[in-house]
């Protein structure tokens, strides 16, 4: 009888596969896509001539630009005194869309935030409070690639 369980028992570990997660495989489901990586993090890493963009894709020169988000408080430069009521801020990039991009906390009294290497499709900028709700957005000039913002806090 032994004999009989232990031929079961190997036979039964014989038959669990292992995924290379770790877990047990499940015949009614596949395993999970491989993580995915950036296309870049530098432009050395791109071919062809092209720029590793911010967004971490390979594009011509001719499809990036420099963007500046400016902003002022109520009309008066943004500095320690201006942005005491708003000290962290975020800035995001929309493309034609709706996908955002962006970078967040930027600190208020900066009054300025550039990307080098922004792809042209992002035509859209928005400032707002981190992590707050009033967000506002304007077109990216695009000749001279500024942003320009008054907060209202």
């Known amino acids: 009888m ?8 190997a ?18 489901w596949s395993d999970p896509p491989p993580p995915t990586t950036y296309g870049c993090d530098q432009d050395t890493d791109c071919s062809n001539g092209d720029l590793c963009a911010r967004t971490h894709e390979c ?3 001719s499809d990036i630009r420099a963007v500046h988000v400016l902003w002022t408080v109520m009309g008066a430069v943004a500095d320690a005194n201006t942005c005491t009521a708003t000290q962290d801020l975020g800035v995001e990039f929309l493309d034609d ?4 991009f962006g970078y967040a906390p930027v ?3 900066e009054g300025r935030f550039n ?4 792809p042209l499709r992002f035509a859209t900028a928005e400032l707002g409070v981190h992590d707050g709700n009033d967000w506002t957005d304007t077109i990216i000039d695009p000749t001279t690639g500024n942003a320009s913002f008054d907060l209202q806090p």
């Not at 869309?97 to 955002?100: I, V």
């Not at 990307?115 to 922004?118: C, W």
Request: contains cysteine.
């Open 2 to 9: 032994r004999a009989i369980l232990a031929a079961a028992v």
């Open 115 to 118: 990307v080098d290497k922004l």
């Open 11 to 28: 036979l039964l570990g014989a038959c669990v596969v292992q995924r290379s997660d770790g877990y047990p495989s499940d015949p009614g």
């Open 97 to 100: 869309t709706g996908y955002h």
């Open 107 to 109: 600190p208020c009294m």
């Open 59 to 61: 594009l011509p020169s």
